[in-house]
């Protein structure tokens, strides 16, 4: 009897470990979903109350129902293209965890403050969880990122041409179209040098986030030369979830023309960056401001994005929710099949022992 209480004692100390960690990670996530869910009964509290937003909540009663069911499918096909591009770069992993930890990380990105970077947070903990080394983690997670913010550079400047081909060319006209093109190119050509920056000077003590900066940024370069189908998700994630807003305007009664659409979408989303958990008041203000600075009207602007953002944070965070939930067990099983071999073997050689 001895010998066999030693064996489970040792059979579920790592397991449980394990298990106390993943739950109290789940403990702070269920928090943070049940702040969001105040904070989006405050937003619809705000609508209702006061007067000048009362319009606000008449519009978004009388939105279509059809284009709000084609919104949501847009966001839906958005978060699939999310999952194809990170099995992109995590390739390592097997199917089932890539599309759970994509899932995750989209869910704690809508969750979490900071949006993205909170998400990469998240997955680099589970990564870690799943046997992957720090150095690989930060790598491949730059690649990710670069390229899927490279995508969104890319939106902002067609945004701008078509914003300039379509208008009336005036001073202001090419004010608003040629400072965002201006900042996304110089963007673009500082993080492109950040490789060649650090591989001119290699005995220098570069810090080591930055050394693996920028070997995430030549990984993903090197993924648009070898080109693979996976690489349309990075379009995709960002197209479907444009398109999802486009789709919310449709339904308030007034389409928006693409230029506008889209620098009001990539200029707007700069507001994620305050640290409110999902985004909310912050995200509605940010695009509903710069979307009206670029010609949509005001209170269906306002009514298409509060739609719209109820969407991009309930279906992602759903998603996430249920994929956080099948990769806490799945990890949860990998700990504890690998706690019990050794401590099998252990038991049983303390077993040979007593009765020797």
């Known amino acids: 009897m001895q010998g066999h209480f030693e064996f489970q004692a040792m059979d579920t100390g790592p397991l449980s470990r394990y298990g106390r960690r993943a739950g109290a990670r789940g403990a702070r996530i269920g928090g943070r979903l049940a702040a969001s869910l105040l904070l989006s009964a405050a937003v619809v509290s705000l609508l209702l109350a006061v007067p000048p937003l009362r319009g606000v909540a008449r519009q978004v009663a009388h939105m279509d129902l059809r284009w709000v069911v084609v919104a949501v499918a847009f966001e839906l096909a958005s978060c699939l293209s999310f999952v194809v591009i990170f099995r992109l770069f995590f390739d390592e992993l097997s199917a089932g965890t890539a599309r759970e930890l994509a899932w995750t990380e989209e869910g704690s990105g809508a969750l979490l403050p900071g949006g993205g970077v909170g998400g990469l947070a998240i997955g680099g903990w589970f990564l870690r969880q799943a046997g992957m080394s720090t150095r690989s983690i930060i ?157 949509a009207p005001a209170t269906q602007a306002a009514a298409a994005v509060v739609v719209y953002h109820a969407i991009a944070f309930w279906i992602p965070s759903l998603g996430g929710l249920v994929g956080y939930a099948r990769l806490r067990r799945r990890l949860g099983q990998r700990h504890g099949s690998a706690a019990r071999r050794p401590a099998r073997a252990r038991g049983l050689a303390l077993v040979h022992e007593t009765s020797g």
């Open 139 to 295: 790598d491949r997670s730059s690649a990710l990122f670069f390229l899927t913010s490279a995508v969104n550079v890319a939106a902002l400047i067609g945004g701008a041409v078509a914003l300039a081909a379509g208008g009336a060319g005036g001073p202001g006209e090419w004010l608003r179209a040629g400072a965002p093109t201006l900042g996304g190119l110089i963007a673009t050509v500082a993080a492109l040098a950040i490789p060649s920056v650090v591989g001119r000077s290699p005995q220098r003590a570069w810090p080591g986030w930055l050394i693996e900066l920028a070997a995430g940024i030549t990984r993903a370069r090197g993924s648009l030369r070898r080109p693979s189908w996976r690489l349309l998700g990075a379009f995709g994630y960002l197209a479907f979830d444009i398109a999802a807003l486009g789709a919310a305007f449709i339904a308030a009664g007034r389409p928006l023309g693409l230029g506008p659409l889209v620098l009001g979408y990539v200029i707007g989303y700069l507001a994620n960056l305050i640290p409110v958990p999902g985004g909310f008041g912050v995200l509605e203000g940010g695009l509903a401001a710069t979307l009206i600075a670029y010609g």
